[in-house]
């Protein structure tokens, strides 16, 4: 069996605020293999690291980066910009940076490619244009749809998207699941396991990775195995 990917999501956010530079030090320390993150536009065409799509009351597409940065999170820490979580991350873990909304494909595409290298990121979105757009723009980076419910047709939805991996919810993923879209050359992450229960579960399935608040304890039971 394949090593799976220990996927710190949001980083390690039991001390710090998730998508937190801070956050993700912790993160690369325990050690893990990836870090998931989220990315906004602003208005000002600029790329930060959060996960809502509001702040402060207004959505982040209508706040400038300047904006953005004036909000600290727990009073203390800054909002990341993607440039800062690229070279803090890059050489160390792999990043999977979930887009919530872009709008400047190829200028986001130029950043990325500038500071890592195609292999050390995987770029995923629940937004099913977005993923058929970074087949064109991006066709050398690994691209995964993500899902949230039950998925009926694994293979059918990773194609309609053009993307090479399904993302999927922690309850959803079963052996028979995973066979299907490994048959077809595709790859499967693991997202939302709340329990080490779910964990322990996860881990018995042949998947490529697991997206977890709990990155600590998959490193853990990651290590029994070994």
């Not at 998931?36 to 208005?43: R, S, V």
């Not at 697991?210 to 853990?220: G, K, N, T």
């Amino acid at each position: 069996m394949k090593k799976m990917l220990n996927i710190a999501h949001r980083g390690f956010t039991k001390t710090f605020p998730d998508n937190s530079l801070k956050a993700f030090e912790a993160a690369i320390q325990i050690p893990v293999d990836a870090i998931e993150c989220d990315i906004h536009e602003t208005a000002d065409h600029q790329f930060v690291v959060y996960h809502d799509y509001e702040l402060s009351g207004k959505t982040i597409n209508k706040l400038s980066l300047t904006e953005v940065r004036t909000v600290k999170l727990r009073d203390r820490y800054e909002i990341p910009t993607l440039e800062e979580t690229l070279d803090l991350c890059s050489g160390k873990v792999i990043l999977m940076l979930e887009i919530k909304q872009l709008e400047s494909l190829e200028r986001f595409a130029k950043i990325v490619v500038a500071q890592v290298k195609p292999h050390d990121v995987i770029i995923t979105s629940f937004n099913r244009d977005i993923v058929v757009n970074l087949s064109h723009s991006l066709p050398e980076i690994e691209r995964g749809i993500l899902t949230a419910f039950e998925v009926n047709e694994p293979v059918a939805t990773v194609e309609a998207v053009r993307a090479n991996a399904l993302i999927a919810r922690c309850p959803f993923v079963t052996e028979k699941l995973v066979e299907e879209v490994h048959a077809s050359n595709f790859a499967v992450y693991v997202w939302g396991c709340p329990t080490v229960e779910d964990i322990r579960r996860t881990l018995k399935l042949n998947i490529e990775g697991m997206i977890s608040d709990f990155p600590d304890l998959v490193a853990e039971e990651l290590s029994k195995q070994e």
